[in-house]
């Protein structure tokens, strides 16, 4: 019969690759370092990335982000307001690095701040991806918080998969990467209101960012990938 002391060992020696695994686990699924926002079908969206690093792995959970204020008391005091936000699919199966999306359409608590107001805003913007760790059976969570300045209006994430005749190949090296685009330099608001004028009112033009042709690529060398639309492009 086993003794105590070494079922003890046992269990250790089971447990062990386990935590060592989910530790190795949050190194590898993450989001980008940075959310974007761009045309998508002429809606203008929110959006960010989700991948793992690893190679042949398949990862399945839910997509989840909040937006946090602070909001100061006439006393002095400070309150936290939390908003959940809308996601496109929200229940994400990760083969290969997805881009998260949120519209910028009525009833989003961005929807009436343009790029300006967006960088004088105080807000957080708190997103996370719980899933179920395909070895351990264990629930794990990777969260990551965006800033206002983390926010980069008039860019989209450059397409990081190359299709060949048999396979596709996933360049993870670019996943923080972002290029301009052409997007109304306004608020989501009144890029509709330009779109969709009262009767009676003059229709205005929104003003459009000049697409620059360099890019940004302070990357993260520890982060992954995703298939591109061609609507953000």
């Not at 060592?20 to 940075?34: D, L």
């Not at 008391?73 to 949120?102: C, E, F, K, W």
Request: aromatic share 8%.
């Amino acid at each position: 019969m086993y003794s105590a002391a070494s079922l003890t060992l046992l269990s250790l020696v089971l447990l062990l690759p386990k935590m060592a695994s989910a530790r190795k686990r949050a190194q590898t699924v993450g989001f980008s370092s940075c959310a974007v926002v761009n045309l998508r079908d002429g809606v203008l969206c929110l959006s960010w990335r989700l991948g793992d690093l690893r190679g042949n792995h398949i990862l399945d959970g839910v997509v989840r982000a909040m937006l946090v204020r602070y909001v100061k008391q006439p006393l002095g005091s400070i309150v936290m307001l939390y908003q959940d936000l809308d996601i496109q699919n929200r229940d994400i199966v990760l083969a290969t690095p997805a881009t998260i999306i949120h519209k910028l359409e009525p009833g989003s608590p961005l929807y009436s701040l343009g790029p300006e107001d967006l960088l004088k805003d105080d807000f957080e913007l708190v997103v996370s991806f719980t899933y179920t760790g395909d070895s351990t059976g264990m629930l794990h969570q990777t969260r990551i918080c965006y800033m206002p300045t983390d926010i980069r209006w008039g860019q989209c994430f450059q397409d990081m998969i190359k299709v060949g005749k048999k396979r596709y190949k996933v360049d993870y090296a670019l996943f923080n990467n972002t290029t301009w685009v052409s997007v109304p330099m306004l608020s989501a608001e009144e890029y509709d209101r330009g779109r969709n004028p009262v009767e009676g009112s003059q229709s205005q033009s929104p003003l459009f960012a000049s697409v620059k042709r360099n890019k940004h690529t302070d990357m993260n060398p520890d982060v992954l990938e995703e298939a591109m639309q061609h609507t953000c492009l």
